[in-house]
Protein backbone atom coordinates (compact mmCIF):
# COMPACT_ATOMS: atom_id res chain seq x y z
CA UNK A 1 0.00 0.00 0.00
CA UNK A 2 1.68 3.18 -0.77
CA UNK A 3 0.82 6.47 0.50
CA UNK A 4 -1.23 9.31 -1.90
CA UNK A 5 -1.64 12.59 -1.12
CA UNK A 6 -4.82 14.21 -2.68
CA UNK A 7 -3.75 17.30 -4.58
CA UNK A 8 -5.98 20.60 -3.51
CA UNK A 9 -6.82 22.58 -6.41
CA UNK A 10 -6.11 26.02 -6.93
CA UNK A 11 -8.50 28.85 -6.62
CA UNK A 12 -11.24 29.92 -3.73
CA UNK A 13 -12.12 26.72 -1.20
CA UNK A 14 -15.13 25.14 -2.52
CA UNK A 15 -16.18 24.21 1.13
CA UNK A 16 -15.94 20.68 0.24
CA UNK A 17 -12.87 18.72 1.96
CA UNK A 18 -11.61 16.12 -0.75
CA UNK A 19 -12.46 12.61 -0.92
CA UNK A 20 -9.50 11.28 1.19
CA UNK A 21 -10.23 13.57 3.85
CA UNK A 22 -14.42 12.61 4.35
CA UNK A 23 -15.45 11.29 7.49
CA UNK A 24 -15.67 8.36 5.70
CA UNK A 25 -12.01 7.55 4.48
CA UNK A 26 -10.27 4.69 6.03
CA UNK A 27 -9.47 5.46 9.40
CA UNK A 28 -6.35 3.48 10.56
CA UNK A 29 -4.50 2.55 7.07
CA UNK A 30 -4.22 6.00 5.59
CA UNK A 31 -4.22 8.26 8.43
CA UNK A 32 -0.34 9.57 7.87
CA UNK A 33 -1.76 10.53 3.92
CA UNK A 34 -4.95 11.84 5.09
CA UNK A 35 -2.91 14.27 8.12
CA UNK A 36 -0.39 15.24 5.54
CA UNK A 37 -3.29 16.10 2.65
CA UNK A 38 -5.04 18.25 6.15
CA UNK A 39 -1.95 20.19 6.79
CA UNK A 40 -1.39 20.52 2.88
CA UNK A 41 -5.23 22.11 2.77
CA UNK A 42 -4.26 24.69 5.67
CA UNK A 43 -1.29 26.12 4.35
CA UNK A 44 -3.03 26.41 0.81
CA UNK A 45 -6.03 28.11 2.83
CA UNK A 46 -3.65 30.28 4.73
CA UNK A 47 -2.20 31.48 1.83
CA UNK A 48 -5.67 32.48 0.05
CA UNK A 49 -6.15 34.03 3.00
CA UNK A 50 -3.29 36.50 2.89
CA UNK A 51 -3.85 37.03 -0.85
CA UNK A 52 -7.51 38.16 -0.21
CA UNK A 53 -9.19 41.09 1.54
CA UNK A 54 -10.70 38.85 4.14
CA UNK A 55 -9.42 38.82 7.81
CA UNK A 56 -10.55 35.22 8.82
CA UNK A 57 -11.60 32.16 6.92
CA UNK A 58 -13.81 29.69 9.00
CA UNK A 59 -13.62 26.20 7.42
CA UNK A 60 -16.42 23.37 8.58
CA UNK A 61 -16.41 19.63 7.37
CA UNK A 62 -18.53 17.65 9.78
CA UNK A 63 -17.08 17.63 13.06
CA UNK A 64 -13.97 18.85 12.07
CA UNK A 65 -13.87 22.97 12.21
CA UNK A 66 -10.82 25.91 11.13
CA UNK A 67 -10.42 29.01 11.56
CA UNK A 68 -7.81 30.84 10.26
CA UNK A 69 -7.18 34.92 11.17
CA UNK A 70 -5.14 37.56 10.04
CA UNK A 71 -2.92 39.20 12.38
CA UNK A 72 -4.01 42.69 13.46
CA UNK A 73 -2.48 46.19 12.88
CA UNK A 74 -1.46 46.64 16.11
CA UNK A 75 -1.47 44.10 19.05
CA UNK A 76 -0.14 43.91 21.97
CA UNK A 77 1.50 41.06 23.75
CA UNK A 78 1.62 40.23 27.27
CA UNK A 79 3.08 43.15 29.25
CA UNK A 80 1.89 45.89 27.05
CA UNK A 81 4.24 45.54 24.26
CA UNK A 82 3.51 46.38 21.22
CA UNK A 83 3.81 43.89 18.13
CA UNK A 84 3.83 46.51 15.72
CA UNK A 85 5.07 49.84 16.49
CA UNK A 86 3.88 53.16 14.54
CA UNK A 87 7.03 54.91 13.40
CA UNK A 88 7.12 58.24 11.29
CA UNK A 89 8.71 58.14 7.98
CA UNK A 90 9.29 61.31 5.65
CA UNK A 91 10.87 64.53 5.65
CA UNK A 92 8.72 65.92 8.45
CA UNK A 93 5.13 67.13 9.65
CA UNK A 94 2.16 66.90 7.00
CA UNK A 95 4.00 63.87 5.14
CA UNK A 96 2.30 60.65 5.27
CA UNK A 97 3.15 58.45 7.44
CA UNK A 98 3.82 54.59 7.75
CA UNK A 99 3.99 52.10 9.90
CA UNK A 100 7.13 49.63 10.34
CA UNK A 101 7.44 46.38 12.04
CA UNK A 102 10.12 45.97 15.03
CA UNK A 103 12.30 43.99 13.92
CA UNK A 104 13.21 41.74 16.82
CA UNK A 105 15.08 38.31 16.92
CA UNK A 106 12.76 35.51 17.31
CA UNK A 107 12.24 31.54 17.89
CA UNK A 108 10.67 30.25 15.04
CA UNK A 109 8.04 27.52 14.80
CA UNK A 110 9.59 24.34 13.30
CA UNK A 111 6.44 23.12 11.91
CA UNK A 112 2.02 24.00 12.30
CA UNK A 113 0.02 22.48 14.83
CA UNK A 114 -1.01 23.88 18.14
CA UNK A 115 1.00 25.64 20.73
CA UNK A 116 1.15 25.36 24.31
CA UNK A 117 3.00 27.71 26.09
CA UNK A 118 3.05 25.50 29.44
CA UNK A 119 3.72 21.77 30.16
CA UNK A 120 0.15 21.30 31.21
CA UNK A 121 -2.75 23.46 32.05
CA UNK A 122 -2.28 25.36 35.34
CA UNK A 123 1.06 24.78 35.51
CA UNK A 124 3.70 27.85 34.82
CA UNK A 125 4.79 28.49 31.52
CA UNK A 126 8.44 27.50 29.95
CA UNK A 127 9.38 31.64 29.26
CA UNK A 128 8.05 34.54 31.02
CA UNK A 129 8.52 38.21 29.53
CA UNK A 130 11.22 39.30 30.81
CA UNK A 131 13.49 36.53 31.89
CA UNK A 132 16.21 34.74 30.21
CA UNK A 133 16.33 32.07 27.28
CA UNK A 134 19.33 29.88 26.72
CA UNK A 135 19.88 28.21 23.66
CA UNK A 136 18.48 24.78 23.56
CA UNK A 137 16.09 25.57 26.46
CA UNK A 138 12.52 24.74 26.09
CA UNK A 139 10.26 27.33 25.23
CA UNK A 140 6.65 25.54 24.73
CA UNK A 141 5.08 22.55 22.73
CA UNK A 142 3.64 21.91 19.47
CA UNK A 143 0.80 19.44 19.16
CA UNK A 144 0.55 18.26 15.48
CA UNK A 145 -0.71 14.68 14.30
CA UNK A 146 -1.37 13.97 18.14
CA UNK A 147 2.07 14.37 18.97
CA UNK A 148 3.53 16.86 21.47
CA UNK A 149 7.00 18.19 20.24
CA UNK A 150 9.01 20.01 22.69
CA UNK A 151 10.20 23.41 20.93
CA UNK A 152 13.52 24.68 21.77
CA UNK A 153 15.16 27.94 21.44
CA UNK A 154 18.03 28.55 19.31
CA UNK A 155 18.40 31.87 20.48
CA UNK A 156 19.47 32.93 23.72
CA UNK A 157 19.34 36.43 25.45
CA UNK A 158 15.59 38.48 27.37
CA UNK A 159 12.45 37.56 26.32
CA UNK A 160 10.19 40.34 24.84
CA UNK A 161 7.38 38.85 23.84
CA UNK A 162 5.69 35.60 23.63
CA UNK A 163 4.01 36.04 20.16
CA UNK A 164 2.03 33.03 20.12
CA UNK A 165 -1.12 32.37 22.24
CA UNK A 166 -1.04 29.03 24.24
CA UNK A 167 -3.68 26.48 22.52
CA UNK A 168 -3.88 28.93 19.28
CA UNK A 169 -2.97 27.09 15.48
CA UNK A 170 0.86 28.07 14.74
CA UNK A 171 2.12 27.77 11.12
CA UNK A 172 5.67 26.71 10.52
CA UNK A 173 8.24 29.69 10.29
CA UNK A 174 5.73 31.52 12.08
CA UNK A 175 7.64 33.75 15.36
CA UNK A 176 6.61 32.46 18.97
CA UNK A 177 9.13 34.17 21.11
CA UNK A 178 10.57 37.53 20.45
CA UNK A 179 14.56 37.81 22.47
CA UNK A 180 16.70 40.49 22.86
CA UNK A 181 20.29 39.18 22.58
CA UNK A 182 22.58 39.81 25.97
Keep these: MTDEVTPVPDGPPTGALPESMSPAAPAAADLGAVDRSLLGLVDRLAVLLERSELTE ?8 GLILRKAGAVRTGPGGDP ?9 GPGAAAATAEVARPSVKAPLTGIFYASPAPGSANYVQVGGEVAVGQVIGLIEA ?18 VAESGQLVKARQPLVEVEPL
Design 83 to 91: AIAAVPVGP
Design 57 to 64: LEVEAGET
Design 145 to 162: MKLFNEIKSDLAGRVVRV
